[in-house]
């Protein structure tokens, strides 16, 4: 079966220090990945969509990057932290067209101080 | 462009009521509805889906049925638990199934 991992669960960070998530996930091949931030009591906001290898689709522009170094990994970075970067990040995967359906890791919380 | 929009909440139930959480949808194509719930501090569960019109979607004694005459997919509950209490999202995937577009969110409180 397939599996999302998603480290670390928490995170408090200084502004202006980089960041680094990851995301990988298990029993799947060529999966589309995606990043999103949901801020407190809010719904969720599509940052980044990676559909293979190399391939990063940007939905908003911002202090954040996103790589895709192997297939079923997917990165969130930047290199100076922001106080409005704090939230809930979410990474999730989902298998084009027979399954349309996203499934989601457990979440970070980053707080930026 | 594509878009779901839900109901505001908060909503406050007693135990065993019926509830419903309302959800509209525009989109080119024909998407895929979702309901996804989310527990406090963890990351969203597929809670149910229907990939075509009249389609309903069921788990848990949940259920919504993808209307595409209203663009609606309302979620349905005969009577709700105090461990239903959670954040509900409505979701539509795209056509191309690259992209997904979730409502804000409604949270749902039941008290016993």
């Known amino acids: 079966s397939q599996t999302i991992h998603q480290w670390p669960a928490t995170l408090v960070q200084p502004v202006g220090s980089p960041l680094s998530l990851e995301c990988t996930v298990e029993?799947?091949?060529?999966?589309?990945l995606y990043w999103y931030r949901q801020a407190a009591g809010r719904g969720l906001q599509l940052l980044f969509y990676?559909?293979?290898?190399?391939?990063i689709s940007s939905e908003v522009p911002q202090n954040l990057s996103a790589s895709r170094p192997q297939d079923r990994q997917f990165i969130l970075s930047s290199k100076k932290l922001l106080l409005s970067d704090s939230g809930f990040y979410l990474c999730?995967?989902?298998?084009?067209?027979?399954?349309?359906?996203?499934?989601f890791g457990q979440g970070t919380r980053l707080t930026v101080v | 462009g594509d878009s779901v929009t839900q109901m505001e909440g908060p909503v406050t139930l007693s135990e065993e009521a019926f509830l419903t959480i309302n959800c509209t949808y525009t989109?080119?194509?024909?998407?895929?509805l979702f309901w996804y719930v989310q527990y406090p501090g963890e990351g969203l569960q597929l809670l149910l889906k229907a990939t075509k019109a009249d389609d309903k979607g069921s788990n848990k004694g949940f259920e919504a049925t993808y209307r595409k005459e209203t663009t609606s997919f309302h979620l349905e509950k005969g009577s709700v638990q105090v461990s239903d209490s959670a954040v509900y999202f409505c979701a539509l995937s795209a056509y191309n199934f690259n992209k997904f577009y979730f409502g804000s969110g409604t949270k749902l409180n039941v008290k016993p």
């Open positions: 999730a995967w989902s298998l084009s067209f027979n399954h349309p359906e996203a499934f």
């Open positions: 990676s559909v293979g290898i190399g391939q």
């Open positions: 989109a080119t194509g024909y998407p895929s």
């Open positions: 029993g799947t091949s060529n999966p589309n």
